[in-house]
């Protein structure tokens, strides 16, 4: 056992210094000749223009009674915009393969484009359309009304959105960030046109819009095709105060009944602030303990070691107003309680113990690598980048993050540990879980 | 070669989404003449003396590889009674070997911030690893190893396969219309292997045993049934040198399993069945019909067959301009979604789809009625010149935005070698796919889509569950219409 551990240990430590570094990216700021920001990132290999965007205010925007009204505009901006009707402006996307969309998170409505080169100054001239003149009109806005609505009814019986939606709801009641940002089939159908172009005038605005843009173009043209596309937008948003929240309901146990083999269990509690300074120790240990890898302890000890689950995982989720940390796993309706425990004591075990020195250094290294990895095309290059500006980790943060995680002590480790996952946990359950029932409220 | 629609499972959820999707969503290679040529004339191809097949796509934006090893052997191989046995013994690969035991090969690409994960369809199983390019013999050599140095115990393989029931519960059971698309499967293979699904029925599934595993572990895995592909920053000479200090000590197989599978006798009579459970809240009517894949248009003469098909496919179901969404849920309003796809990835019969999901108010009745008007206008008049260009730029510009994905390029490159194609077949894909005429696409559907080779299925709500036993053991109701 010892020679084993020495051998992976010394494998590692080769590698380490060989791991491709994100540092060696080339990331420029460019400023728009209308004084728009962006990041560049120049590759020319392949001719195509990768453009990711985001605008302050997602679907936390959306008015109490008219959830998944910022979701209803994101599906229609590229359904008619401008003289161009939906068939119009789709049938001129196919043609110059010019890919757009859009999506809506809690805190930001992001848009992705990619084109290519050939094609660039019409794809940014779509985008435009897009964003400062979505035509909404009667047709596509039913037709997509009754898409989503479809969507909605399909989820009502699927176990997996089900334990989702129950644990928004109870972990945040009466904050935006419980709500739906579909919408749900109650507020779906009230959603009219002027709460679509309510949303878009709050929230299309350049005063915080974070761009991001990566392919075969440089700065001076980059800059043209942003004004292209942002610069008609007007200067200043009008959005909502959000209010700070926490997690409520930790230590609380949801039992939803539904005739389905396989139980559904979403389980979660306080995450940490993406600025908090524990941030970087609280990201290892959770990986330590249910990160996406072959290795962590719950996937050992639910799947390798008792084959109760195909998957078991948890990750940090942070918002502007929130943070959470949450995961999920999919069992056996006679051993649901039993996969249930085990996660428990093992998030108990980690918030008491904290990781061993060995699990501290093999998952550091794991994250320090695969970080690189991870950005393997312009558009994930450029996703990453808009989030970096986001969390105003600043345009060095590719080269400082391996230092951040080799500074994470043990000590470090295991108090976060105890902070992250001391708190206890809501869990819900969709199914019919033998033996398990929901706790008294 | 169209990749879009290529079922296959993967040794985990957790990690794969973002190859998962780029696999998905990118369909095929390359442009205009000159981004065809570049593209293709970077890709060198080997075989060593013991068999194996090496195929090289060097990338050099980042330091970075993406090695892949391919198994001529997937679920179409499996003894009858054995479902489910080549995607269980991908699972069990991860078990260790005499030489490195259980854990330790993760363990290692995990320090080094590596990916990891494997797949299984009805005609191939693939391992993959994503790593710096100073690991890429590393790597090569734990392959290697396992590829004949499998140790299995019942200790670990009795947990696995609980957890391939947990996998069949979550991709099947939990899932209605997974369910009708496994007994479409069924009803559309009258004899051919095709018919059984990739995970297992779950009554032979139960079943599987260590030996199992093995004896066809010791059938199949060898270099001379076996395809590896690297990506990325790497030169050919290089990679070759690698190939032969790692795989190539390794002894090929004494007899390689020919794939001949059973086939399918003419099909004569239109099936349909309905699967119905209580938690069906979106009804909705699919087709298959058996049309030819690639390899099957090829072996049988008929150049531009597939290609027609990948076209028709596009026109008639992919997106918002297609035939099928513009008729059914911006025109006629009947349904809420509709779309159509081609398979062709597959070294027996390929399928072409379409399915759609009816409006509030209109009977799965209607709803097929008006698709099979798209089908029958496609069928009598044809597609038009516009429709075709659009498609074809559509189509062809996706082969550019590979590029952009060294991992997409080795899953294309290797799902085409192990369904029939060369690599020439992959680099001609573009040229071939611009030479299809508006006539090849209107005969392509007047003899394919003919309802005699193919099955419907309908997906409803059950409104009367028996009370005591869970809806999802009752039998799927499966009644023919004929």
Known sequence: MMRLFAA????????????????????EKIVSPSGIEAWLVREQAVPLVALNYAFRGGSSQDPADKAGAANFAASLLDEGA???????????????????????????????????????????????????????????????????????????SNPNNIASRRWWQTAFPGHPYGRESKGTLDSVPTIAVADLRDYVRRVFARNELTISIVGDVDAKTAGELIDRAFAKLPAKNDLKPVAAAKPAGLGRRIVVDLDVPQAVVTFGGQGLARKDPDF???????????????????????????????????????????????????????RTGEALSIIEAETRRMANEGPAADELEAAKSYLKGAYALSLDTSSKIASQLTQIQIDKL???????????????????????????????????????????????? | MNFKHHFYLERAAILVCALVSSWIVTASLVTTGNAAEQAGAKVSEFRLDNGL???????????????????????????????????????LMFKGTAKNPQGRFSTVVARIGGQENAFTSSDYTGYYQRVPREQLKTVMEFEAD??????????????????????????????????????????LFLNHPYGKPIIGWRHEMETLSRDDALEFYKRFYGPNDAVVVIAGDIEPDAALKLARETYGQIKPLAAIQQRKRPQEPPQVSPRSLTLADPRVEQPAVQRTYLVPSFATAKANNKPGQSEALEVLGHVLGTGSNSRMYRDLVVDKRVAVSAGAYYDSSALDMGKFGFYASPANGVTLTQLEAAADAVIAEVIDKGITAEEMERAKSR????????????????RWYGTALMTGATVDDVRQWPARIRAVTTQQVQAAAREWLDKKRSVTGYLIK?????????????????EKRT
Do not use: C
Not at chain 1, 8 to 25: G, H, K, N
Not at chain 1, 394 to 416: C, E, F, N
Not at chain 2, 55 to 83: C, F, L, N, Q
Not at chain 2, 150 to 159: F, I, K
């Open chain 2, 53 to 91: 097949q090496l195929v090289v796509i060097p990338d050099h934006r980042a330091p970075v590889v993406t090695h892949m090893i391919w198994y001529k052997v997937g679920a179409a191989d499996e003894t009858p009674g054995k479902s489910g046995l080549a995607h269980f013994l991908e699972h």
């Open chain 1, 394 to 441: 600043g345009i060095d943060y590719m080269q400082r993050r391996s230092a951040m995680i080799d500074a994470v002590t043990l000590d470090d480790a295991k108090r976060v540990a105890k902070r992250l996952f001391g708190g206890g946990m809501l869990v819900t359950v969709v199914g019919r879980p033998k033996g398990l029932e929901s706790t008294p409220e």
């Open chain 1, 82 to 156: 401008g003289d161009l009707d939906a068939k119009a402006f789709q049938e001129r996307m196919e043609s110059r393969a010019i890919e757009l969309s859009f999506q809506v998170g809690r805190d930001e409505f992001h848009g992705s484009l990619r084109t290519l080169n050939e094609n660039r100054e019409e794809a940014f001239d779509l985008l435009r359309l897009a964003l400062t003149a979505p035509r909404f009109d009667a047709e596509a806005i039913e037709r997509m009304r009754r898409q989503t609505i479809a969507a909605l009814q399909r989820e009502t």
């Open chain 2, 462 to 478: 059950d409104t009367t569950p028996p009370a005591g036993q869970p809806a999802s053991l009752q039998p799927v109701k499966a």
């Open chain 2, 395 to 410: 189509m062809i510009a996706d082969a550019i935005y590979a590029q952009d994905n060294q991992a997409s390029m080795a």
């Open chain 2, 146 to 187: 396992r590829m004949t140095g499998l140790v299995l115990t019942d200790a670990v393989v009795l947990p696995e396969r609980d957890v391939i029931l947990e996998e069949r519960n979550s991709r099947m059971e939990n899932n209605p219309r997974a369910r009708l698309g496994e007994q479409m499967d069924a009803a």
């Open chain 1, 280 to 334: 970087m120790a609280g990201y290892i240990v959770n990986h330590i303990l249910g990160g996406g890898s072959f290795s962590s302890r719950l996937y050992k000890e639910v799947r390798e070691k008792r084959g109760l689950a195909y998957g078991v995982s948890n990750s940090l989720v942070w918002f502007k107003n929130a943070a959470i940390m949450m995961g999920g796993t999919a069992t056996r309706a006679d």
């Open chain 1, 8 to 27: 992976l240990s010394a494998a590692a430590f080769a590698v380490i210094a060989a791991a491709p570094s994100a540092s060696a990216m080339d990331i």
